[in-house]
């Protein structure tokens, strides 16, 4: 593993019977890097995904982190019948937080501070991702890992999530978005494919 690396995958292998998914895995996110991650459907994204974020175990291979995560999966990880402030305070008590200073700046930034007392049953499917993504980061993790994290924005929101980004990594945090088609890859570090279960450097760093 680099020595600066918050994230580190060495030759991950992952079958599902006679099925190979992941073969021979390796990718290293070092701090302050934007990472992107690119597949089809069907590539095996989720399954990297889940076993870079620890919910999942690799067959053959290491997997290091060095650094608090923060997880946004693509399915939207909310109760309909909560209400947004509710899933703050939920989330807070997982983290162990003494307030929630920092998720009352992310509602602001996301215009979801007039939405804390609606039930996310009502609420629509870009908004449902904005309470997302503020949970994910909400506990103001080094490592942040995005999986489709723009979906159903408008184009307003869509520049804030990335203007966000943007101010994430030159603070030092570590991030990977992955996608089944990544928009602006001149935002990104690096872009690697994810392809017949191989993951290839397809754009780096100029």
């Not at 509710?86 to 008590?93: P, S, T």
């Not at 979906?151 to 804030?160: H, L, M, V």
């Not at 978005?177 to 450097?201: A, I």
Request: glycine residues 8%.
């Amino acid at each position: 593993m680099p020595p600066d690396a918050r994230l580190s995958l060495s030759a991950v292998s992952k079958s599902y019977g006679r099925t190979t998914v992941l073969r021979d895995v390796h990718l290293d996110v070092p701090a302050g890097a934007l990472v992107g991650v690119v597949g089809e459907n069907g590539a095996g994204k989720s399954t990297l995904l889940r076993i870079a974020v620890g919910q999942l175990a690799p067959d053959a291979g290491r997997v290091v982190r060095s650094a608090t995560l923060g997880y946004c999966p693509q399915q939207v990880r909310v109760d309909d019948a909560l209400t947004v402030e509710q899933h703050l305070r939920l989330f807070q008590a997982a983290y162990r937080l003494p307030d929630l200073h920092r998720a009352e700046e992310l509602l602001d930034l996301f215009g979801l501070a007039s939405s804390r007392r609606r039930r996310l049953g009502v609420l629509s499917g870009g908004t449902r991702q904005k309470l997302n993504l503020t949970l994910a980061l909400m506990h103001d993790p080094r490592l942040l890992i995005l999986d489709e994290p723009h979906q159903g924005f408008d184009w307003d929101n869509y520049e804030r999530f990335w203007a966000l980004t943007e101010r994430l990594r030159d603070g030092g945090c570590s991030i990977v978005v992955v996608s089944h088609l990544l928009h602006d890859q001149s935002r990104f570090d690096t872009v690697h494919k994810l392809s017949e279960g191989s993951l290839h450097l397809e754009r780096a760093a100029v």
